[in-house]
């Protein structure tokens, strides 16, 4: 596990059980679930950015989810 840092997450009980079903669909272990979400949500973030930079306007699928 080089280049791999390790740390303390608490999760709500019941995100934890939607996390490790969705993980078991996907043939992934929770801690990978984990990671590949805040990776797609930081490369969104990142395109995000970029065309805001550019003066392109954000479309529906970039904007934050409704709560």
Do not use: C, H
């Amino acid at each position: 596990m080089s280049g791999r840092k390790a740390f303390l997450l608490r999760v709500d009980p019941e995100l934890l059980k939607e996390l490790e079903a969705w993980a078991q669909q996907e043939l992934r272990s929770v801690n990978g679930q984990i990671e590949y979400l805040l990776r797609q949500a930081v490369q969104q973030r990142r395109r995000r950015l970029l065309q805001e930079r550019q003066g392109q306007p954000r479309t529906s699928a970039d904007s934050p989810p409704k709560q």
